[in-house]
């Protein structure tokens, strides 16, 4: 079937994920064209969100598409949603407004903690454990690597800033949230209107893959 026919899918994966975590979500292939987005590095550590997401959305080449994303990328989703024409986003384990944080993130915010992030000292030490560490903790660590392989220091302390400063969008587009119960870096008694995912935690992007590919087909159709 001729592109031009297909409704034009693009995935934008979670903070230093990559866009293997959509690896068990599958669309009919006969309606949808998917596409699966990595992050750039952004020019620096205090770039803006809405200019980084003008340099990120030069990557989406479909008219009118459906952006979906994840924590973070759900975020960013919103944010191109500002800059380009897009018919509807779904974003997972996310939020779609700053009234959404959590006490932890407003006050990580307002103290400013989120600049003394030790990401030096977090990749040092999962180095470590690989070396040391029991054959279940390097199970783990092989996991993690595969589906957070950015470490790097200066997008690290980007994006943590980026989504703790987020102002929120300012569109009227369709908008799906799908969230988990259990999600415990974005609890979800901050969350308001969205989908339940029975069990789901932050990370049921891949641990709840089937239920929430089932929302998606649902909302899309």
Known sequence: MKTENLTHVYFLPGMSASSAIFERIKL?????????????????????LSDYAKRFAKQITAANPILIG????????QEIAQIIPCKKIIIISSIKSPTE????FKTVKTTRLYKLY????????????YKKGSS???????????????????????AIRSFLLWKGSHNNLPLLHIHGNSDQIIPI?????????????????????SSIEQYIL????
């Open 28 to 48: 009919p292939t006969e309606k949808y064209k998917m596409h699966f987005l990595e992050w750039l590095m952004p020019l620096s550590k205090d770039e803006s």
């Open 118 to 129: 030790p990401v030096t000292f977090l990749n040092f030490l999962e180095q470590f454990l």
């Open 70 to 77: 994840v924590s973070f990328g759900g975020i960013l989703a």
């Open 136 to 158: 279940k903790i390097k199970n783990t660590l092989t996991v993690y690597r595969k589906f957070l392989p950015i470490r790097n220091k200066l997008y690290t302390q980007w």
């Open 101 to 104: 944080y959590s006490f932890f």
């Open 189 to 209: 008694k901050y969350i308001k209107n969205c989908e339940v995912i029975k069990n789901g935690t932050h990370a049921m992007i891949l641990t709840k893959s």
């Open 218 to 221: 649902r909302y899309l159709a």
